[in-house]
Structure formats: structure tokens, C-alpha cells
């Protein structure tokens, strides 16, 4: 049976010459130094934290070796690594030694600047917060917008805990309502003002501006009010009613078109009853504003005959 030593004995001592023929031409050359910008890879970062403060991305390694290993560096022959396996929430100090920086056989590492780290972690936290949606422009005179919306209202965001709490909403790319006169609905994508926050989820939502015509408003004096379900007379007798819509459909309102009315349902005398409306259906957008008063005294009620 072979000796493991002695098999292929031949091979084993060439590969063998090589090396040190290798190691004494490295050796026998003239030592070089370089300074490299490093970039800082951490590792084992636990999942529900996140780093906050100033974080240093790259570190200065001085390296030294043969010129003509030093010569044949390339970026990413040189990195710094971190193994932050176990961190808590917190400050942690971490310092930078030799056998921290990953580099090629023949480079001894001769400085590292900065060899001490301060790294701030916080605990991940995830949020609801509004969508803001944003416009730009104004649309066509006449025109203005009745109702801004965003679908959905809500999206969840992520980060660092302290940075989490201070953030309330979202905000949209502006959709553009320059001399628009129908409505608006458009995909655009999510902006959040902390960088270090994320949006959890799809981070498009649909913005609705929904556009009517320029809204005004039109007084009725004297508007006689009715008695439902009873027979009584009120005090006052008459209201006047601020109803709020497009020009055109004020201009079309007529005698009749609005009624103001009271339920009495059994109310006795000195009670107040709320002056309620009725607009006529084709009054399309016109509504409301106000009534004056906003309820009326029921007085003794009306005989009969």
C-alpha cells in the first residue's frame, strides 16, 4: 500500500519548489504601500432593526505588499466587513481590527481610519399613515375643484422607531388640472420627506380630482314655511334659505322649486322644530347653505273650520 507521502511524490514536490520560488521572488521585491477607500459591509444585521444617525459607508484601509501584488489590486479585492450578529437596540461601539478587512494572500494591513465606530440602532416600526395628494395648475375659469381624493386614503410605512412617529402622511407626484373641466384620475407614485423611511406595499396610488363648475350662492327671502303632519302655526312664519351651486342652476330655480317645511308630529306648543328643505330633483349640485333661523317656535295649533 502507497505512502499518502510518497504518492505522486513527483507533483507534490514541483508544487512545493513553486511556492517558495514564489514566496522569494514576492519576498525579494521592494515592500509598497497604498491607501484604499473601502467600502464597509455589515453583516448579520438583525431584522426588526434599523441603523440610524450618521452612517459611514466606507472606511480608509493603508495596505502594504510587493509592488507587484500592490500594482494588481483591483476594487473589491479590499473590504471591510462587520458582524453585527446579536445587536440590541442602542448605541453600539465597534472597533476595527486587521482580521476585520477581507484581503487577497500577500497584503498585510497596516491602517484602518476610522478604527472605531459608534453605530445607532432603533427598533423597526410600521405605521398607517394619510396620502397628501398634490395638483398643479388651475382648472378652466368657470371650473373649480369640488373633491380631492386618493385610493387608497391610507398606506403603511416602515423605519426607524423615533423617525416613524414623527412622519403623519405621504405625499403624491402632482397630477396636472391646468384649464381642465371634468374630472381627474391618475396613477402617480408615493414620496416620502424622511429618507429613511419606506413604503410598505405598492407604492402607487389612483388621485381623483373631481371637478364642477365654480360654485356660488343665492338667497330666497320670505320662503313660507309648511306644517307637516299637524296643523299649527309657527313663529316665524317665513325663512330665508342660502342654497349653494353652479351659476346656471341657480339661474333656473322658480317658485316652487324649494320648499321649507317642519314635521310636527304631535309637538305641543312652545316646542322648536328643526326648518328642513326640499329641492326640487332636477336642481342637480344645488344645495343647502344655511337657513334663517334654523328652527322655528310651534304656536298654538290651528283650528279646524
Avoid: C
Avoid at 453583516?43 to 452612517?55: C, F, K, S, Y
Avoid at 422607531?161 to 381627474?184: G, N, Q, Y
Avoid at 306644517?227 to 349653494?244: S, W
Wanted: hydrophobic residues 45%; charged residues 25%.
Amino acid at each position: 500500500m502507497r505512502s499518502f507521502f510518497t504518492e505522486n511524490l513527483g507533483l507534490k514536490t514541483l508544487s512545493v519548489v513553486l511556492a517558495l520560488l514564489l514566496w522569494f521572488a514576492i519576498a525579494g521585491e521592494a515592500a509598497s504601500e497604498m491607501g484604499l477607500q473601502v467600502p464597509l459591509e455589515l453583516r448579520n444585521v438583525p431584522p426588526d432593526l434599523e441603523l440610524t444617525g450618521d452612517t459611514v459607508d466606507a472606511v480608509e484601509v493603508r495596505v502594504r505588499a510587493s509592488a507587484g501584488i500592490i500594482h494588481g489590486l483591483s476594487p473589491g479585492d479590499v473590504s471591510a466587513q462587520i458582524d453585527l450578529a446579536g445587536s440590541t437596540e442602542g448605541e453600539r461601539i465597534v472597533h476595527l481590527a486587521s482580521d476585520s478587512i477581507r484581503v487577497p494572500f500577500g497584503v498585510r494591513v497596516v491602517r484602518i481610519a476610522p478604527s472605531i465606530l459608534t453605530l445607532n440602532f432603533e427598533r423597526t416600526l410600521h405605521k398607517l399613515v394619510s396620502v397628501r395628494p398634490r395638483v398643479v395648475g388651475r382648472p378652466a375659469d368657470g371650473y373649480e375643484v369640488a373633491e380631492l381624493l386618493s385610493e387608497p386614503a391610507q398606506v403603511r410605512v416602515a423605519g426607524p422607531k423615533s423617525r416613524v412617529h414623527e412622519t403623519e402622511s405621504a405625499f403624491t407626484e402632482p397630477i396636472s388640472l391646468d384649464a381642465v373641466k371634468e374630472t381627474v384620475s391618475e396613477e402617480v407614485s408615493l414620496g416620502l420627506e424622511d429618507p429613511l423611511l419606506r413604503i410598505q406595499g405598492s407604492p402607487r396610488v389612483r388621485v381623483t380630482a373631481r371637478i364642477r363648475e365654480l360654485q356660488e350662492t343665492r338667497t330666497l327671502d320670505g320662503v313660507v314655511i309648511e306644517v307637516r303632519g299637524g296643523a299649527a302655526a309657527l313663529r316665524p312664519a317665513t325663512v330665508e334659505l342660502v342654497l349653494r351651486g353652479s351659476a346656471a342652476q341657480l339661474r333656473r330655480i322658480q317658485p316652487g322649486d324649494v320648499k321649507a317645511y317642519v314635521e310636527l308630529a304631535g309637538a305641543e306648543a312652545g316646542a322648536q322644530r328643526p326648518v328642513e328643505v326640499e329641492i326640487a330633483p332636477g336642481l342637480r349640485g344645488v344645495s343647502l347653505q344655511e337657513a334663517r333661523p334654523a328652527a322655528v317656535t310651534v304656536q298654538t295649533p290651528r283650528r279646524k273650520g
